[in-house]
């Protein structure tokens, strides 16, 4: 196995793994086990890319809207690539919760940007994650081409507090 790959991998999900935890946020989650249907050699060695607006707080039995501008995965830098999915974890005090499948695929979905909207569940101080599950991508014109899928591990996106209006911030500056 070539550790410096391995290195790169490892930082490159330590940095993507939620250093903003708000608003207008862009992760990135390294994988060096994508897969690709059909094969094709070195093509293991990838990432989940994530765009998404996520708010920072919300008030408790509040409605929310996250909003994922883009999702997919490369094996290569990109800003975007066509026919990008993903799913997305969120767990805590929120209904719904669960996975969330979003974008547009070849085989049907919704384009980009997709809107989710929850309410809050919990009281002041719970937190809301929301992860990266994994994220597909479409290269070349369909039906020839190759899908490339990666895996997020989880990683966060980012994290919406529940807060009463009139209670103090829990948010430290760096």
């Known amino acids: ?22 608003c207008d946020i862009h992760a990135e989650f390294g994988d060096d086990g994508c897969s690709t249907s059909p094969p094709v050699p070195h093509h293991n060695f990838g990432a989940v890319v994530v765009d998404a607006s996520i708010p920072l707080y919300v008030e408790p039995g509040g409605t929310f809207t996250v909003t994922v501008q883009d999702m997919f ?12 999915t993903g799913t997305i974890s969120v767990s805590g005090p929120v209904t719904p919760s669960g996975t969330f499948s979003v974008g547009q695929g070849i085989f049907g979905g919704t384009p980009f940007p997709n809107t989710l909207t929850f309410t809050a569940t919990g009281q002041d101080g719970d937190v809301i994650t929301f992860s990266a599950v994994d994220g597909s991508s479409f290269e070349g014109t369909p039906p020839n081409g190759v899908l ?11 994290t919406t507090t529940i807060k009463t209006p009139d209670s103090p911030s829990t948010t430290t500056a760096p």
């Open 73 to 84: 995965a490369t094996v290569t830098p990109a800003s975007s690539a066509p026919f990008g």
């Open 1 to 22: 196995m070539n550790v410096g790959r391995l290195a790169a991998v490892a930082a490159l999900a330590a940095v993507g793994g939620g250093l903003l935890t708000g």
């Open 148 to 158: 490339l899928t990666c895996s997020g591990h989880n990683g966060e996106i980012g």
